[in-house]
């Protein structure tokens, strides 16, 4: 975290921060910006640069990824994640992910995870299906915590990884308000 | 769910439960943290063997909701358990034939 907070304000500084996200934050957020407002500015001005996005994604990501996925290569596809591209509100943001596959015991889908690149904590979910579930798809409703790239990574029963992304644009954070 | 369905069919099963999954990363006004207080998991069973299972955390919405498919063979029961933070533990039972 500390890390990520270095390289946001080092690159706020040196990168032109686009005037829409900055209005747009400003609408949001009517009352003096603390720090952890600016965090969020920075943080967002960040994810939007297009040289950014097309490197790595962040560290904490991949490491949720690496811990699921060991040694095993991560293959791109196959899974179907339904995700919208904006959101108003961050605090309840419907997905569905669903992969193609008979379900037989020799070959079905073991899990299917969520992990999010911006959330403070990088795992949001995990579900897991049997043989018995007839159909590998779930729907459920996720916190999103900024604008960011979501990714699905699914686990077979054969051991192999599929995994795919949706890049979302979120109105309204999720989790930063003050209770 | 449904309460009945034919030998070998696939049907789709919603489950809510009330929680307000709090996050663990809000804070009130006095700078302090609200501890995290969320479901950890969720599982169906059903005769006894697992259906489905989901591990939840910080980044599942309140009053998390799962719709997800289930596979029935024979009539029995389907079992919902919910368990999280603070010893939270919730199951929920439902019967269906299966013809």
């Keep these: 975290m500390r890390y990520g907070v270095v390289l946001a304000i080092s690159s706020l500084l040196t990168l032109p921060i686009p005037v829409t996200k900055r209005a747009c934050v400003l609408i949001d957020n009517p009352k003096t910006m603390n720090q952890r407002r600016q965090l969020i500015v920075s943080l967002t001005a960040l994810s939007l640069c297009p040289w950014e996005s097309a490197s790595a994604m962040p560290s904490e990501a991949m490491q949720a990824m690496q811990a699921i996925v060991g040694k095993s290569p991560v293959n791109t596809g196959r899974v179907y994640f339904e995700l919208p591209p904006l959101v108003e509100s961050g605090n309840l943001v419907a997905v569905k992910f669903s992969v193609d596959s008979p379900m037989t015991p020799t070959n079905y889908v073991r899990a299917i995870h969520v992990i999010s690149e911006a959330n403070p904590s990088p795992n949001v979910v995990s579900c897991y299906f049997t043989p018995l579930s007839g159909k590998a798809e779930a729907s459920t409703r996720i916190r999103l915590a900024d604008s960011q790239r979501v990714w699905a990574l699914a686990q077979m029963s054969d051991g192999s990884f599929w995994r795919t992304s949706v890049d979302t644009v979120i109105t309204l954070s999720a989790c930063t308000d003050t209770v | ?99």
């Design chain 2, 1 to 99: 769910m449904p309460k009945t369905a034919k030998k070998g069919e696939v049907f789709s099963i919603r489950v809510m439960v009330q929680h307000d999954m709090e996050s663990g990363f809000r804070h009130n006004e006095l700078g302090v943290r609200v501890p995290r207080d969320i479901i950890r998991s969720f599982v169906c069973t059903y005769n006894g063997n697992e259906v489905f299972k989901a591990d939840l955390h910080s980044g599942v919405g309140s009053n998390p909701l799962f719709i997800f498919y289930a596979k029935a063979d024979q009539s029995g029961t389907f079992e919902f358990k919910w368990q999280g933070d603070n010893n939270y533990l919730t199951t929920v039972n439902q019967a269906i034939t299966v013809s």
